[in-house]
T-cell receptor, first 115, second 115 residues
């Protein structure tokens, strides 16, 4: 079964600074990768996904992520964060080898943007 | 209404009570899910329904009982819960859990407190 590791439980950053949230997954032949965001008292919302093709994926709200197969990573980046980006971010992976595309989620990373 | 709607948003129940959580999706999806989100733990997949048939049950205690009367509605019936069952319960839907790269759309969740 797939596993997802989000190395940082909390990432504090100042407004307008760049940020990277790290995600690593256990190796598989082919996987599909997702980043979700959860604002306080809300459900999860899809930021971006990687299925195939270009390894650099652009999502909503200025976020992007890069798929690195050799390092089994899918780190999320934003060049300049806003206060409104303060939220919980979840990396997820689905592994079709098991016959299903149901994603497995990481523990989440809390992004805290300070003024 | 659009998206995935969960009711109630908040629920406090005693250990001897019986209650139900409701989820409704207006996206025309075929698959629906229940997740449990506890503090600082990965999202735990509880149940998956595809075309109203339960396709996955991740060793969830029998005090949680799902029901899927049609592809738009999903219930989670609760009885004789324990305090450790207090968590955010998230409902999600997707086009089909067997479709490549399908992403899940989440409701806002029900915050459950067992006293």
């Amino acid at each position: 079964a797939q596993s997802v590791t989000q190395l940082d439980s909390q990432v504090p950053v100042f407004e307008e600074a760049p940020v990277e949230l790290r995600c690593n997954y256990s190796s598989s032949v082919s996987v599909y990768l997702f980043w979700y965001v959860q604002y306080p008292n809300q459900g999860l919302q899809l930021l971006l996904k990687y299925l195939s093709g270009s390894t650099l994926v652009k999502g909503i709200n200025g976020f992007e992520a890069e798929f690195n197969k050799s390092q089994t990573s899918f780190h999320l980046r934003k060049p300049s964060v806003h206060i409104s980006d303060t939220a919980e971010y979840f990396c997820a992976v689905s592994d079709p080898a098991g016959g299903s595309y149901i994603p497995t989620f990481g523990r989440g990373t809390s992004l805290i943007v300070h003024p | 209404e659009t998206g995935v709607t969960q009711t109630p948003r908040h629920l406090v129940m005693g250990m001897t009570n019986k209650k139900s959580l409701k989820c409704e999706q207006h996206l025309g999806h075929n698959a629906m899910y229940w997740y449990k989100q506890s503090a600082k733990k990965p999202l735990e997949l509880m149940f998956v329904y595809s075309l109203e048939e339960r396709v996955e049950n991740n060793s969830v205690p029998s005090r949680f009982s799902p029901e899927c009367p049609n592809s738009s509605h999903l219930f989670l019936h609760l009885h004789t819960l324990q305090p450790e069952d207090s968590a955010l319960y998230l409902c999600a839907s997707s086009q089909d859990e067997r479709v490549r790269g399908t992403e899940a759309f989440f409701g806002q969740g029900t915050r459950l407190t067992v006293v």
